[in-house]
C-alpha cells in the first residue's frame, strides 16, 4: 500500500499539468454540486414555512363531493364544497398523534360591493375561528394597519394586495376603522389621487357561489395585514370572522322548529277562497296576527353552525405529509365520514405544482453539472492513460499486473478528489454562507418560489454534506471506470511500439 500511494504521488507531481486540469474540474464541480444542494435544501426549508406552516398546513381534509384537489384556487366561480360532520372529523384527528394541530376553515370566494354603483372587485374569503387558526398558523400576519389580533364578532383582515386590487377596480382605498389614511402604505396611483380619495373603513362582501343563495354582509376592517412571504399569492385572501363568512356564503341552518302565533297559524290553514280575500278590500282579521312594517325575527336567518368548507392539518413532523395524508385518507373512510385527505402540494394547485417544477428543475440542473464533470474528466484520464501508455507498459513488463495499473489510477484519481474535491465541498459550504448572510430579497413571484420565501436563504444540513461527498465520488468513480480499464489493457508490446 506504501508503494502505490508513493506511486500515486510520484505519477501527479511528475503529469503535474494533466492533475492539475483534473483537479480543477473536479474543484468547480464539487462547489457547484454544494452550492446547488444548499439552494435545494433552502428552497424545501422556505416552502415548508411559507405554504406548509404559514397558509396551508401538511395535510388538508375536504368534503368527498369535492372534485379537485386543488382547493387554494380553482377555476373562478367554482366554490369548495362543504364539508359536513366537522365534528365527527375533529374527533378523530384529536385522536391522531400525528396530528399537531388543526384548524376549521370556510373558504370560497365573494364580491367586494361597490356602494356608489360602480364596478366590484373579488376576493377569496377564508372564514376562520381566530383561536383555532393562530395555533395552526402563529404570527404568520403581519400589521401594515390596524390591528393583526382582530377582535369583537365580526371583522375582515384585509391583505394589501387584495385593498391595491379592489382600489384598481373600484377606485375606494380601504382602511382600518376610524378610518385614517396612512400615507406611507398608498400605491402610486392612490398617492396621484390623494386629494379625491375615497376612503372607506367597512367592507361589504356578498358569496360567489352556485351551490347556494348568497347574501352580502357588511364588516368593519380591523386590520390591513401582509403575510412574510407570497403575498401576490396569499394576498388574495381575505380573512373574516367565521360567523360572517357563513351568512356571506348563504349557509344556513337546513332545518329549525319554528312556533307559531294564532294569527300566522290561521293564515297558514286559510283555503284558497279565504286566500283571495287577501286582495279584497277588507282583509281579514287574523288574531295574533300584528305585524310591523320591517319586522324581521332574528332567529329565521340563524346560520348553520357547524358548516365548514376545509380542515387545514399540521403534523409533529413534516416529513411523512404524503404517508399521513394516506393513512388520514383511510381512516376517515373506515369511519364513514363524507371527507378525504389532500396532501399539502396537491391542495395547493398549480401553486404547489409549480414549486416542485421549480426543485425538479434545480435538481436535474446539478445532475448535469455531475454529468458533465464526469465526462470532462474521464475524457482527461483516459489521453492520460494513453500518453502513458510506454510507462505503463514498462510496469507491466517488470511484473505490475493489472489490478496494479487499476489501483494505480484509481488512488491517483482519489488523492485529486480528496484534495481539489474536498476543497471544492469547502468552497461551495462558504459560498453558502456568503449568499445567506447577503439577505437577498426580491418582490417577483416566481424568484420567490425558487426562494421558497422573499429572502434567498440557502442552507446545508449534514445530509446536505454527505450528499456533496457522495455526489464527488460518484463522479470520480464514473469518470475512472473507462480510463482504468483503458490503462490496464496496455501490454509492454504496446508500449514498445507506440514509444
Known amino acids: 500500500m506504501r508503494l502505490l500511494l508513493s506511486l500515486c504521488g510520484r505519477n501527479l507531481m511528475r503529469h503535474r499539468g494533466r492533475s492539475l486540469v483534473v483537479g480543477i474540474i473536479l474543484f ?52 369548495i364544497a362543504r364539508l359536513d360532520r366537522a365534528d365527527e372529523i ?21 364580491m367586494v360591493l361597490n356602494e356608489e354603483d360602480g364596478f366590484p372587485s373579488f376576493a377569496y374569503l377564508l372564514g ?112 373574516v370572522d367565521i360567523e360572517s363568512y357563513r351568512r356571506s356564503q348563504g349557509y344556513l341552518a337546513a332545518s329549525e322548529q319554528v312556533t307559531l302565533d294564532s294569527g300566522r297559524a290561521a293564515l297558514m290553514e286559510m283555503g284558497d277562497t279565504d286566500l283571495d280575500d287577501l286582495f279584497g278590500s277588507k282583509l281579514p282579521t287574523l288574531p295574533g296576527a300584528a305585524l310591523r312594517t320591517g319586522e324581521i325575527d332574528s332567529n329565521a336567518l340563524r346560520t348553520a353552525s357547524a358548516a365548514w368548507n376545509l380542515i387545514l392539518v399540521r403534523l409533529h413532523s413534516a416529513e411523512g405529509a404524503d404517508q399521513a395524508a394516506s393513512r388520514l385518507d383511510s381512516s376517515l373512510k373506515a369511519a364513514g365520514l363524507p371527507a378525504r385527505a389532500i396532501v399539502w402540494n396537491k391542495a395547493a394547485g398549480p401553486i404547489g405544482g409549480m414549486a416542485v417544477l421549480i426543485k425538479g428543475a434545480l435538481f436535474v440542473f446539478v445532475a448535469l453539472l455531475f454529468v458533465v464533470a464526469a465526462i470532462i474528466v474521464m475524457n482527461t484520464l483516459s489521453m492520460a492513460a494513453m500518453e502513458r501508455s510506454a510507462e505503463i507498459g514498462m510496469m507491466r513488463a517488470i511484473g505490475a499486473s493489472r489490478n496494479f495499473i ?44 425558487a426562494y421558497g420565501g422573499e429572502t434567498f436563504q440557502p442552507v446545508l444540513s449534514l445530509l446536505d454534506w454527505g450528499l456533496a461527498v457522495l455526489q464527488l465520488a460518484g463522479t470520480s468513480v464514473t469518470a475512472l471506470i473507462y480510463p482504468m480499464g483503458q490503462a490496464a489493457r496496455i501490454t509492454p508490446l504496446e508500449a514498445i511500439q507506440r514509444d
Open 28 to 79: 468547480f464541480g464539487a462547489m457547484v454540486m454544494t452550492v446547488g444542494n444548499g439552494v435545494l435544501s433552502g428552497m424545501e426549508l422556505g416552502l415548508r414555512e411559507n405554504i406548509r406552516e404559514g397558509f396551508l398546513g401538511d395535510v388538508v381534509i375536504a368534503s368527498d363531493e369535492q372534485e379537485s384537489d386543488n382547493v387554494l384556487m380553482g377555476v373562478m366561480g367554482k366554490g
Open 406 to 449: 487499476r489501483l494505480l489510477f484509481a488512488g491517483e484519481t482519489a488523492l485529486l478528489a480528496i484534495l481539489f474535491g474536498g476543497a471544492g465541498i469547502l468552497a461551495g459550504a462558504l459560498a453558502v454562507t456568503v449568499l445567506r448572510s447577503m439577505n437577498l430579497s426580491t418582490d417577483n413571484d416566481f424568484l420567490q418560489m
Open 128 to 239: 376562520v375561528d381566530w383561536e383555532s387558526y393562530r395555533k395552526v398558523f402563529p404570527n404568520r400576519l403581519q400589521a401594515l394597519e390596524g390591528a393583526r389580533e382582530p377582535q369583537g364578532s365580526s371583522w375582515v383582515l384585509l391583505p394589501a394586495t387584495a385593498r391595491d386590487m379592489a382600489f384598481e377596480q373600484m377606485g375606494v382605498w380601504f382602511v382600518p376603522k376610524p378610518g385614517e389614511v396612512v400615507d406611507s402604505t398608498l400605491t402610486e396611483t392612490a398617492k396621484e389621487r390623494r386629494s379625491q380619495l375615497r376612503v372607506r373603513d367597512e367592507m361589504v362582501l356578498m358569496g360567489f357561489s352556485g351551490e347556494n343563495t348568497t347574501s352580502d354582509v357588511r364588516l368593519p376592517i380591523q386590520g390591513v395585514v401582509r403575510y412574510p412571504a407570497l403575498n401576490k399569492i396569499w394576498g388574495w385572501f381575505a380573512i
Open 90 to 110: 375533529s374527533s378523530l384527528l384529536e385522536g391522531d398523534p400525528q396530528v399537531q394541530a388543526f384548524a376549521p376553515v370556510g373558504k370560497n370566494m365573494a
